[in-house]
């Protein structure tokens, strides 16, 4: 079967994980690479000889590609949707889709109309123990999810160098950028969709961010189940906590760890008993599940992750800060009202 032509726009620090993913999957060839910044370019021409590499998307759509993968900031991505489904390519963007909801609903709008794929980079749904995670909640086998409590807390030094230093500036970073994961996630292992929300954003005196590293959150989903949500990139202890706990209607399942530590129990037990979990590398076998599920969409499979169902995820993230503005609980109808009046 003839491989998926793909131009790699965007080359800085996520797009190394990228590469190294798409040059694994014999299924893949990257026949354009594209960044404005020319250091960037002469890496990537020494690195991938022979392969065009372009200042911008414009530069290349004449290689003969069939999907562009998009490893750029979310802000200021109009004009590559816009080149992208001028050129019927399949897009694969970076999570989030767009800086604010109704750019994004607008992207989703475009790219229905013009037929081509989008699908937004939510890579920790393909990790091993989210897939455990939801197999088990479908599974009954601890009855039915009824409140949850979910908890990200880590400093988070954005001026690393291996990190992207744009999120430095935002105005929500930890919003956009981490719990756009963590609101994807509870909707996809849940197999629910959020109905309103009470929430406060904050940043503290010792925070690096200039925008809200702080988000605490109530969501209330259709359904009844309750899920607390706290957040952070600006812990005042350098380690990552998370604990995702599901309490249900006979026990609990517990997430203790970003990558694994499955485990669950019954009302009656006295310990949790752990869930055994597939092999998995950070970063790469997640980013390759996506990868090959990207492949299989543009060659006819049902997609997941689309540009409509990421929507979803914005209106929580986007209600937060309405919440958090008006001390007061907002609808996710609302906000998906407000978004998609101009798409």
Same mark, same amino acid.
């Given at each position: 079967?003839?491989?998926?032509?793909?131009?790699? /726009?965007?080359?800085?620090?996520?797009?190394?994980?990228?590469?190294?993913? /798409?040059?694994?999957?014999?299924?893949?060839?990257?026949?354009?690479?594209?960044?404005?910044?020319?250091?960037?370019?002469?890496?990537?021409?020494?690195?991938?000889?022979?392969?065009?590499?372009?200042?911008?998307?414009?530069?290349?759509?004449? +290689?003969?590609?069939?999907?562009?993968?998009?490893?750029?900031?979310?802000?200021?991505?109009?004009?590559?949707?816009?080149?992208? *489904?001028? $050129?019927?390519?399949?897009?694969?963007?970076?999570?989030?889709?767009?800086?604010?909801?109704?750019?994004?609903?607008?992207?989703?709008?475009?790219?229905?109309?013009?037929?081509? %794929?989008?699908?937004?980079?939510?890579?920790?749904?393909?990790? @091993?123990?989210?897939?455990?995670?939801?197999? /088990?909640?479908?599974?009954?086998?601890?009855?039915?999810?009824?409140? @949850?409590?979910?908890?990200?807390?880590?400093?988070?030094?954005?001026?690393?160098?291996?990190?992207?230093?744009?999120?430095?500036?935002?105005?929500?970073?930890?919003?956009?950028?981490?719990?756009?994961? %963590?609101?994807?996630?509870?909707?996809?292992?849940?197999?629910?969709?959020?109905? $309103?929300?009470?929430?406060?954003?904050?940043?503290?005196?010792?925070?690096?961010?200039?925008?809200?590293?702080?988000?605490?959150?109530?969501?209330?989903?259709?359904?009844?189940?309750?899920?607390?949500?706290? @957040?952070?990139?600006?812990?005042?202890?350098?380690?990552?906590?998370?604990?995702?706990?599901?309490? *249900?209607?006979?026990?609990? +399942?517990?997430?203790?760890?970003?990558?694994?530590?499955?485990?669950?129990? %019954?009302?009656?037990?006295?310990?949790?008993?752990?869930?055994?979990?597939?092999? &998995?590398?950070?970063?790469?076998?997640?980013?390759?599940?996506?990868?090959?599920?990207?492949?299989?969409?543009?060659?006819?499979?049902?997609?997941?992750?689309?540009?409509?169902? &990421?929507?979803?995820?914005?209106?929580?993230?986007?209600?937060?800060?309405?919440?958090?503005?008006?001390?007061?609980?907002?609808?996710?109808?609302?906000?998906?009202?407000?978004?998609?009046?101009?798409?």
């Amino acid at each position: 079967m003839t491989a998926l032509r793909l131009i790699v /726009v965007g080359l800085g620090a996520r797009a190394r994980t990228w590469l190294a993913v /798409v040059q694994a999957n014999p299924d893949v060839q990257i026949v354009a690479l594209c960044d404005p910044d020319a250091a960037a370019r002469a890496r990537a021409a020494e690195d991938f000889p022979g392969v065009p590499v372009a200042a911008a998307l414009a530069d290349v759509t004449g +290689v003969g590609a069939d999907a562009a993968l998009l490893c750029t900031p979310p802000g200021g991505r109009d004009a590559l949707i816009e080149i992208c *489904c001028a $050129h019927g390519l399949a897009i694969l963007a970076e999570k989030p889709l767009a800086d604010d909801v109704g750019t994004a609903a607008r992207f989703v709008a475009m790219a229905e109309r013009a037929g081509v %794929h989008l699908i937004v980079g939510l890579n920790f749904r393909y990790l @091993g123990v989210t897939r455990a995670l939801r197999a /088990v909640l479908d599974a009954g086998t601890y009855g039915t999810p009824e409140f @949850g409590r979910f908890l990200y807390e880590r400093w988070r030094d954005g001026r690393q160098p291996h990190l992207n230093r744009y999120p430095l500036t935002m105005v929500h970073p930890m919003l956009w950028e981490q719990s756009i994961h %963590h609101f994807d996630l509870m909707r996809f292992v849940y197999g629910a969709e959020p109905e $309103h929300v009470a929430a406060q954003t904050f940043n503290p005196s010792w925070s690096m961010y200039a925008g809200d590293a702080n988000v605490s959150a109530l969501f209330g989903f259709h359904g009844g189940l309750r899920v607390t949500y706290q @957040g952070t990139w600006a812990a005042g202890i350098d380690r990552l906590d998370f604990d995702w706990r599901t309490d *249900c209607s006979d026990g609990i +399942v517990v997430q203790r760890d970003m990558f694994g530590d499955l485990a669950a129990g %019954h009302r009656h037990d006295s310990s949790l008993t752990a869930i055994q979990l597939p092999p &998995h590398e950070p970063w790469i076998s997640d980013a390759t599940g996506l990868l090959e599920m990207f492949v299989a969409t543009c060659r006819g499979a049902p997609p997941t992750c689309t540009g409509r169902d &990421h929507l979803q995820s914005l209106y929580m993230l986007e209600a937060c800060i309405l919440a958090s503005a008006r001390r007061a609980v907002v609808t996710i109808e609302e906000v998906r009202i407000r978004a998609t009046a101009g798409a």
